[in-house]
Every structure is written in C-alpha cells, then in structure tokens.
C-alpha cells in the first residue's frame, strides 16, 4: 500500500541548470498537487493536474516552470534554468476526486542550488 | 486572498499537559484538514472536517471546524514528547482542489 512517492529526495543543481522533479500518485489517485516550501515559509500551492491536464496554474511561477501528469508515468515538475531562490522543499500531494479536499504528501524533494 | 493564521506560532510544554491550537481565517472554506509535519518529511494528514459545528476526536486529539467554516481548533490532552512537531492547518477552496496553508505552529513537548 504505497504512498505518494517523490524522487531524487535531495537535487543539487547549479545555476543554469535544469530540475527534474517525479511523482507517482497514490494508487487509484488521479490528482496531483504540486507545493513549494520555501526557508521558513510555508506550504504554496504551486499546480494541480489530472491525467494529461492542467487544471490550475495559478501558483505557478509564470517563468521557468512546467508541469505534466501524462497518461503514463509519474507527474514531472520542471525548473529551467534554475537561480538560488528556487531552493526550497517541493512536495507533490495526490487525492482521490470526491474525497473532500483530502490530499496525502510525499516526502518532498530538496532542491538546493548552488 | 485566503489566508489561514495560526496561533500561537511557538509552544513548549511538558509532558501531561493540555493545549489547543487555532486557526483562523476571514474566508469561508469547503474543508479544513489538520496535518503533522517532522523535519525532512512531508505532511502526515491527520483529519478532515468540512461540516460547520463538525467535531472529530482522533485518541488524545479533538479537532473541531467553527460554525461559519472559517476558523478551526486542535485540542490535545496529556501531551506526550511524540506529539512534538509541526501542525498545520490547510483549507480547501470551493472545488476541493488547492489548499491553502495556515502558518504553522511549532509543538516542543518536553518529558
């Protein structure tokens, strides 16, 4: 009975570089949530998908950041050119539609950049 | 812009002790759900409310949702050192879909 599943836990890039952020969704889940938790901030929604669907981007930096849910796989957050305030803790969440807004965490993955 | 605050920010206690921590809003949320956070982890649900007055009891926890879905309670009795970590609160917009975090309250339960 797996959970929500991230990885890299921990990414070391350097600026410039890119970011490649996985999830896999709790089985039967097919709502993804993306959040960032910046250095003594708090969780910010960032997107939400459905299988192949972009359903709210409002959280999301209008630059540099992409998101997919395809059909199969794990749902990728995508940094280009990542600078130094983009390190932080991203967390992907996933929910079963109908369950009262009940979303379940991964652990997170840590980007740092250098 | 929906803003959840929690109060107190800080609280150290020891162990035995009661406390209650509160989140409150001026927006009206669909659900409001409690989660626990350790260092290096993520979120760990530990309740949903979404009916105004709705009163769950989780063990040594008691979470309650105010009568106007705007504000919300977690009481704990007879803290122990496990119960150490951070809480948070989380509101559901209407549609269930983005949640809107509360401000965090950081619990130190001392033996």
Known sequence: NAGVMQNPRHLVRRRGQEARLRCSPMKGHSHVYWYRQLPEEGLKFMVYLQKENIIDESGMPKERFSAEFPKEGPSILRIQQVVRGDSAAYFCASSWAGLAGEQFFGPGTRLTVL | ?111
Do not use: M
């Open chain 2, 1 to 111: 812009t929906q803003l959840l605050e929690q109060s107190p920010q800080f609280l150290s206690i020891q162990e035995g002790e009661n406390l209650t921590v509160y989140c409150n809003s001026s927006s009206v949320f669909s659900s409001l759900q409690w989660y626990r956070q350790e260092p290096g982890e993520g979120p760990v649900l530990l309740v949903t409310v979404v009916t105004g007055g709705e009163v769950k009891k989780l063990k040594r926890l008691t979470f309650q949702f105010g009568d106007a879905r705007k504000d919300s309670s977690l009481h704990i009795t007879a803290a122990q050192p496990g119960d150490t970590g951070l809480y948070l609160c989380a509101g559901g917009d209407t549609g269930f879909q983005k949640l809107v975090f509360g401000t965090g309250t950081r619990l130190l339960v001392s033996p």
